[in-house]
C-alpha cells in the first residue's frame, strides 16, 4: 500500500496564477483533510471531507476550493494564488472520524507564491 | 472555538538529557493524540490516550492525559539524536474535530 500521496512535491507560482494540488489514499478511508503548516503555527485546518462527494469548511479556508469526486481522491484547488498562501500543504485520511481516529499523512506539497 | 496551546515552541538539549512537551487545551477533550515530524517530513502518529488520567509508555516516551482531560505531556528519557524533529500535540473532541498544538521542536546536540 501507498498510503496518501501527494502531487506535486514541489510548486512555484507568480501571483495570481491558479493549481490544483491531488491527494491521492488507497486505504479506504472515509474522511480526508487539507491542512497547511506554516512556521510556528502547528498545522492548521482548511477543508475536509466526511465521504465522496462531501466538503466542508476547516480553520482556513478562504482562498481554497476543493473537490471529492471520488472516495480516494481530495483535491485542493487555489484558483488565485497569493503570497500568502506560501506554504507546505499537507494531505491526510482516516478511517473513522477524525477527532478520534488516528490521521495518516501524505508527505507534503511545497508550494512558493512569488 | 478550540484551542490547544503548547509550550515550549523549541528545545535545545544535549544528548543524553531528558525532554518534556506540554500541551493545554481550552476545553476538554475526548482524546489526545501525539504524532513525530521529522526535519523534512510528515506528521506521523505516535499515540492517542483516551481514559482520564492516562499514562503510556512507547521505550523511553512517556505520555500522559490530565485528569481533566484538558491537558498531556510526552517526555523523553535520554534522548537521543535520533529524537529530533518537531513534536506535535492534537487534542480531539467526539465530534470529529482534531485541533492541533503549535508543536515543540527538538533539537539534541551529540
Known amino acids: 500500500n501507498a498510503g496518501v500521496t501527494q502531487t506535486p512535491k514541489f510548486r512555484v507560482l507568480k501571483t495570481g496564477q491558479s493549481m490544483t494540488l491531488l491527494c491521492a489514499q488507497d486505504m479506504n478511508h472515509e474522511y480526508m483533510y487539507w491542512y497547511r503548516q506554516d512556521p510556528g503555527m502547528g498545522l492548521r485546518l482548511i477543508h475536509y471531507s466526511v465521504g465522496e462527494g462531501t466538503t466542508a469548511k476547516g480553520e482556513v479556508p478562504d482562498g481554497y476550493n476543493v473537490s471529492r469526486l471520488k472516495k480516494q481522491n481530495f483535491l485542493l484547488g487555489l484558483e488565485s494564488a497569493a503570497p500568502s498562501q506560501t506554504s507546505v500543504y499537507f494531505c491526510a485520511s482516516s478511517y473513522s472520524v477524525g477527532g478520534t481516529d488516528t490521521q495518516y499523512f501524505g508527505p507534503g506539497t511545497r508550494l512558493t507564491v512569488l | 472555538g478550540q484551542q490547544v496551546m503548547q509550550i515550549p515552541q523549541y528545545q535545545h538539549v544535549q544528548e543524553g538529557e531528558d525532554f518534556t512537551t506540554y500541551c493545554n487545551s481550552s476545553t476538554t477533550l475526548s482524546n489526545i493524540q501525539w504524532y513525530k515530524q521529522r526535519p523534512g517530513g510528515h506528521p506521523v502518529f505516535l499515540i492517542q490516550?483516551?481514559?482520564?488520567?492516562e499514562v503510556k509508555k512507547q521505550k523511553r516516551l512517556t505520555f500522559q492525559f490530565g485528569e481533566a482531560k484538558k491537558n498531556s505531556s510526552l517526555h523523553i528519557t535520554a534522548t537521543q539524536t535520533t529524537d529530533v524533529g518537531t513534536y506535535f500535540c492534537a487534542g480531539g473532541t467526539s465530534y470529529g474535530k482534531l485541533t492541533f498544538g503549535q508543536g515543540t521542536i527538538l533539537t539534541v546536540h551529540p
Open positions: 490516550l483516551v481514559k482520564s488520567g
